[in-house]
Structure formats: C-alpha cells, structure tokens
C-alpha cells in the first residue's frame, strides 16, 4: 500500500523538451517536498510546499518549477531539460508539527529516474 | 551550512558479519534518522531517535542517539543479501532533512 505515489518511475525526454513529474500521497500530510539525487550522492532538496505556500531551495535553477492543486498532489515542472538534468526525483511528505518542528519525519515516493536524450 | 559527516563510506561484507555505521554532526540536535536507499527506490525510514542516549531496535538493526547529540550510529546484526543498499543518517532542521553522506553496504553470500 504505497503512501507517496510517483509516476511515472521511469521518463524519458529530449534535450530542451518540457517533462512534468508527478507525485501523490494517501497520507494528508500538509508538506510534500521534491528532491533531485544523482548517481551514489545524497538526495538534493529542490523545493517544498508547506501547504499553498511554496519554498524554494536559493540554489534550485529557474528551469524547475512546481505546482500543488490540492493536499494529495504536487508536480515537478522541467521547462527545458538539459543532459544536467538526468537523474532520480524524489518527492517526499510529511506533517508538521507545530511546537515541534524537528518531529517532521519525511516518507519518500518510489522516485522518477529521468534520462534526458 | 551544517555539516554531517558519515563513515565508513562503503562496506563490502560477507553475509552473517555485523556491521556499523556512524554519523556525526558539527551541532546539537533533536532527532537522528536512519533510512536505507535500496538500487533504483525511494529512502525507506528505518529508525527515528528523538533523546540523547535512546537506543532503539528494528529487527536486526539498531541505533542509538549518542549522549552528546551530536552523533548517531547504526548496527545491522547477522547482515543478509538483502540488507544492501545506501544507508543515509539525517537531521531534522525546522522543515528539512540534513542528509549524512551515505554508506554504500554490498554483501557477499
């Protein structure tokens, strides 16, 4: 029974063709996070929504953008792919609490490996 | 920014060996993870640590927040083929995870 759900698990896009990846969770959990993770490294955090409110990493490239509709979904946008881009998405969710933030566990999708061509 | 360093980086056991990994931090904080990466999925939760000196099991596994609470560790006893993967240790820093390094764990039969 999968909680944090991404598809698809695997894309694959041309150079320069946009790509939207997608994630939803059966927890209503009110923060969902988008990482990227490279080869044998640590997931890098991209970006989160904590709620409608969205928080964007200083470092995250213009070229990721992201979207939440509602609680149970949340989108990763790549305008223009480049080679730099192939890697594992990751999203993850979790609930915050609010007189304990260092409670917020978070549970990781399957993950999206995108290949860039 | 805050650094976390984990060691050892890689492992290379036979099956049955007990193995250990730590994870130390340059500041205190509050909660130690421990999730394992297995080839091509997400990072699976395996021990959450919330008090300075807590020792927790799961299974074969074990972990403890270390007094300090500036360092964790994690024990795998009797190590099985399935336990490879990439063990990462992390912190809790307001909404985000500080991730250790990784230790990449192969096991031979």
């Known amino acids: 029974d999968a909680m944090v759900i991404q598809n698809p698990r695997y894309q694959v896009t041309q150079f320069g063709k946009p790509v939207t990846l997608s994630c939803s969770q059966t927890?209503?959990?009110?923060?969902m996070y988008w990482y990227q993770q490279k080869s044998s490294q640590a997931p890098k955090l991209l970006f989160h929504?904590?709620?409608?409110?969205?928080?964007n990493e200083a470092d995250t490239p213009d070229n990721f953008q992201s979207r939440r509709p509602n609680t149970s979904f949340c989108f990763l946008d790549i305008r223009s792919p480049g080679l730099g881009d192939a890697a594992m998405y990751l999203c993850?969710?979790?609930?915050?609490?609010?007189?304990?933030?260092?409670?917020?566990?978070?549970?990781f999708g399957a993950g999206t490996r995108l290949s860039v061509l | 920014g805050q650094q976390l360093n984990q060691s050892p980086q890689s492992m290379f056991i036979q099956e049955g060996e007990d193995v250990s990994m730590n994870c130390t931090s340059s500041?205190?904080?509050?909660?130690w993870l421990w999730y394992k990466q297995e080839p091509g999925e997400g990072p699976v939760l395996l021990i959450a640590?919330?008090?300075?000196?807590e020792l927790t099991s799961n299974g074969r596994l074990t972990a403890q927040f270390g007094i300090t609470r500036k360092d964790s560790f994690l024990n795998i006893s009797a190590s099985i083929p399935s336990d490879v993967g990439i063990y990462f240790c992390?912190?809790?820093?307001?909404?985000?995870?500080?991730f250790g390094t990784g230790t990449r764990l192969q096991v031979f039969p």
């Open positions: 993850a969710t979790s609930r915050r609490f609010r007189l304990a933030g260092d409670k917020n566990i978070q549970y």
């Open positions: 500041s205190i904080f509050n909660t």
């Open positions: 927890l209503n959990h009110n923060v």
């Open positions: 640590l919330y008090k300075a000196g």
């Open positions: 992390a912190l809790i820093h307001t909404d985000k995870l500080i």
């Open positions: 929504y904590y709620d409608k409110d969205f928080n």
